[in-house]
């Protein structure tokens, strides 16, 4: 039973940066579909990016240029580097992994989640 688990959350002034960080407890990363989603108080879930087991990588037009998502399979770790913060991308963001996918994006049926780390911007 694969377990995910996030960290690198926090308080940042608009235009700073963060990282967050997502460690897997099994051998996923650089095999499974990733993915970090935010939840925005009073919105819908929204995904922010993926990344395919070949490395290949999608980003919601909201966060394009601002965020990278990357992967190291040999720590069994997702990242997600977040630049630019802007007020709107305050929310809790989770990881979420799945075995099998079509297009690795927010449209994929994403069964392995974290449990969230908070981002604030301001």
């Known amino acids: 039973h694969v377990q995910l688990v996030e960290s690198g959350g926090g308080s940042v002034q608009v235009g700073g940066s963060l990282r967050l960080s997502c460690v897997a407890s099994g051998d996923i990363i650089g095999r499974y579909c990733m993915g970090w989603f935010r939840q925005i108080p009073d919105k819908e879930r929204e995904g922010v990016a993926g990344i395919e087991s070949d490395g290949s990588t999608s980003y919601a037009d909201s966060v394009k240029g601002r965020f990278t998502i990357s992967q190291d399979s040999a720590k069994n770790t997702l990242y997600l580097q977040m630049n630019s913060l802007k007020p709107e991308d305050t929310g809790t963001y989770y990881c979420?992994?799945?075995?099998?996918?079509?297009?690795?994006?927010?449209?994929?049926?994403?069964?392995?989640w974290g449990q969230g780390t908070q981002v604030t911007v301001s």
């Open positions: 979420a992994a799945t075995a099998t996918w079509n297009v690795c994006d927010s449209t994929a049926e994403f069964h392995i």
